[in-house]
Each structure stands twice: as structure tokens, then as C-alpha cells.
């Protein structure tokens, strides 16, 4: 049985314009936790992949890091505005709402939320055969 689905976009003229589509549900038997706690369980593991002790160290080049500005952006799934939850620093972000059953966590760097729409996907053919195409496959 498959629970979840992860979805990449790439600018193609500018690649490091990304944005991350997450969308899980419960297994069977399993039950997940509120919105508020599901919300901290991501901040927490995205917080923890800045800690990564495999990046190179820093460079001592006197930048400091952007603060972590935490709020709400409503953003159209479907055609219905949805609350989510938002965590930002810089130009990177996390978001993360449930949707019915279905808990949706997006990821942006460089791809600002009010630029997000989303749609449900029932058949990724076509999304295959564009990524295919657009890198020349």
C-alpha cells in the first residue's frame, strides 16, 4: 500500500528555484498525530538537517544566518484557499497542512509561497513525459 508521494519542481531557467511536494496519509492502523504536533515534528527534523556535521564547517566569511520567521500563508489546493503553517529563513521555507486525511509538506527554496497552486495529480504520465522531454530523454 503506498502512504505517501513526493513530487520536485525545478525552474528550468533558473535551477535553483525548487519547490517540494510531500503528500502522505496514515497506514493501516496507524494514526498520526494533530496538525499543531505533525507541524513540530517537521520543523524539528528540518532544524536538525542544518546541524548536519558532514557540511563543511564555516568559513569564518562574517555572514549570519537569517532568522527563523515562523507564520501562515494560505495557499490554493485545488482551488481551495488552505491554511499552512510556515517556517522560513532567507529564501528557503517549509510548509505543512493536512488536507482532509492527507498531509501535505512543501519545501521552497527561492520559490516564494504565493507562488504555489496545487492541483491534484491522478495520472503522472504527463509529468513524466514533460520531465523527459525537458532534460532531453
Known amino acids: 500500500m503506498v502512504t505517501g508521494a513526493q513530487l520536485s519542481h525545478q525552474d528550468p531557467q533558473d535551477e535553483e528555484r525548487v519547490l517540494n511536494v510531500t503528500a502522505s496519509v496514515p ?3 496507524e494514526s498520526w498525530p494533530s496538525a499543531g ?16 556535521p558532514t557540511e563543511d564547517a564555516d568559513e ?4 549570519t544566518e537569517p532568522p527563523l520567521v515562523f507564520g501562515k500563508e494560505t495557499i490554493l489546493v485545488d482551488g481551495s484557499r ?9 529564501e528557503e521555507w517549509l510548509g505543512g497542512a493536512y488536507v482532509g486525511e492527507v498531509w501535505l509538506e512543501l519545501y521552497g527554496y527561492r520559490f516564494p509561497p504565493s507562488e504555489v497552486e496545487l492541483r491534484r ?7 513524466a ?4 522531454r525537458l532534460h532531453g530523454l
Open 27 to 29: 497506514g493501516p492502523d
Open 37 to 52: 504536533r505533525k507541524w513540530e515534528m517537521c520543523v524539528r527534523d528540518w532544524e536538525r538537517g542544518w546541524d548536519d
Open 129 to 132: 513525459e514533460g520531465t523527459r
Open 60 to 63: 569564518g566569511d562574517g555572514e
Open 82 to 90: 488552505v491554511a499552512f503553517d510556515v517556517a522560513s529563513q532567507g
Open 121 to 127: 495529480i491522478t495520472d503522472i504520465t504527463p509529468y
